[in-house]
């Protein structure tokens, strides 16, 4: 993949901001539609990204949509399902056997996974240009609609770089959890949803080829009394002679905003058993951290001529701070808008089909990131998550409710239902 350098303006159909999962989806469907798209990456590939790097079937069946070849000869390692772990009990589920999407999950880095994705998108026709920063919108002074963004383009000196205008109908904002687009038009962050925290690091294991993504649900922040985080501590295998271990936790309103979370990795770690541990002189990589916007903690997702995808949109999945899935199919989703709106002659009828975008988002997501969202009040009160924790692992049809719910891959209506009215009734009156 060879990165292009903008030599001054353009113009071109759509400006697709950020080379991630939603930002190269949005780029590779555009341009398969037959748009021209300039897809920017403020870094270079290959670039490191904090992700706990499992894909779920969910994600999977985006990846086939895009034409990505997913065999184990090409550096994908697979996994059967989820093993959960509680004290001294465990439960493996297996991922369902659905026709609508595969029976596998996979884990495969960031580092790697973007780099495929962007390649693909390239593949199809879109012109990425790497070392490029979506700088501000563009706006239209009479109709303060976006019409396209300011760049700066530094291709080899982050000090020395090239201005840029960069002109489209519609801007696609695939820019992350603090976009800086949708900051300037005044789309911040909603601060009656949630949002979690995660820090993972690499460690050098004869784990690593173990095909069960592992969870592990009690994990203590670390203060006076142990009290549990509302989240869990997860353990990877990649394949590579490596594990990606980390920890997850809400920063809910009953959650200490001040906990290190890097400190409860380490405890959390020390307290392993031997066998299953993670020794810091096996680390291969530095701790690192990232915010989780979780359901849909940034709305609306259009503004005139500015779409939000993946995590600029809080699309993560408030049940497992997962995001990858949905920022592939976001991206999809606002290409399929925009290539039926750049279709219709008529302004008015473009913008009305642009438009819709919420709507879509809102029907692909919004009943079940709203249970998320009431299971994140639930599990956030610690007795709840005390009793969750200790019992929940000796019911294993529960578990598979839950389980269920989490992977999101299927009618969930009776799953969340039950699985928070259930968490409810546990909660002290």
Not at 24 to 45: D, I, R, T, W, Y
Not at 55 to 71: E, F, I, N, Y
Not at 224 to 229: A, K, N
Not at 252 to 279: C, M, N, Q, T
Request: aromatic share 6%; glycine share 10%.
């Amino acid at each position: 993949m060879t990165a292009r350098l903008i030599e001054g303006d353009a113009e071109a159909d759509v400006v697709v901001v950020g080379a991630g999962p939603a930002g190269s989806s949005a780029a590779f469907f555009l341009a398969q539609a037959g748009l021209e798209v300039l897809l920017l990456e403020k870094s270079a590939f290959p670039r490191e990204k904090v992700c706990g790097d499992g894909l779920t079937p969910r994600a999977v069946r985006m990846l086939l949509a895009m034409g990505v070849d997913v065999s184990t000869d090409k550096g994908w390692a697979r996994t059967r399902g989820l093993r959960m772990v509680a004290d001294r009990a465990q439960l493996e589920l297996d991922w369902p056997e659905l026709a609508a999407f595969p029976s596998y999950g996979l884990v495969r880095s960031r580092r790697d996974l973007d780099t495929v994705l962007a390649r693909r998108a390239v593949a199809v026709g879109a012109r990425l240009y790497e070392r490029t920063t979506a700088v501000a919108p563009v706006v239209d002074d009479r109709s303060g609609r976006v019409i396209g963004v300011r760049a700066r383009s530094s291709p080899l000196d982050a000090d020395r770089g090239l201005d840029v205008v960069l002109r489209a109908p519609v801007v696609v904002a695939a820019d992350g959890v603090s976009s800086r687009l949708a900051l300037a038009m005044g789309l911040q962050r909603r601060t009656d949803r949630p949002l979690a925290v995660a820090v993972r690091a690499y460690y050098a294991s004869p784990r690593h080829t173990d095909d069960y993504l592992e969870a592990w649900v009690q994990v203590p922040d670390g203060g006076p009394g142990g009290r549990l985080l509302p989240g869990y501590g997860w353990v990877f295998g990649m394949g590579d002679g490596t594990c990606n271990v980390g920890v997850g936790s809400l920063n809910a309103p009953r959650s200490s905003r001040h906990i290190d979370y890097r400190s409860v990795l380490s405890s959390w770690l020390a307290s392993l058993p031997p066998e299953r541990g993670f020794p810091d002189e096996e680390r291969t990589s530095a701790l690192a951290g990232a915010a989780l916007p979780l359901g849909f903690n940034r709305t609306p997702h259009y503004v005139p001529g500015l779409m939000l995808a993946g995590d600029a949109g809080g699309m993560v999945n408030p049940f497992t701070g997962e995001g990858i899935s949905y920022a592939l199919e976001s991206g999809r989703m606002a290409a399929d808008v925009v290539v039926d709106a750049l279709s219709r002659h008529r302004d008015g009828e473009r913008d009305d089909v642009l438009a819709s975008y919420p709507r879509a988002t809102a029907d692909a997501y919004g009943r079940y990131f709203s249970w998320g969202r009431g299971f994140v009040r639930v599990i956030d009160h610690p007795a709840v998550l005390a009793v969750a924790t200790r019992h929940g692992l000796s019911h294993p049809a529960l578990m598979r409710l839950v389980f269920r719910l989490l992977c999101h891959l299927g009618p969930e209506t009776e799953a969340a239902d039950r699985v928070i009215g259930a968490l409810r009734r546990l909660a002290p009156r």
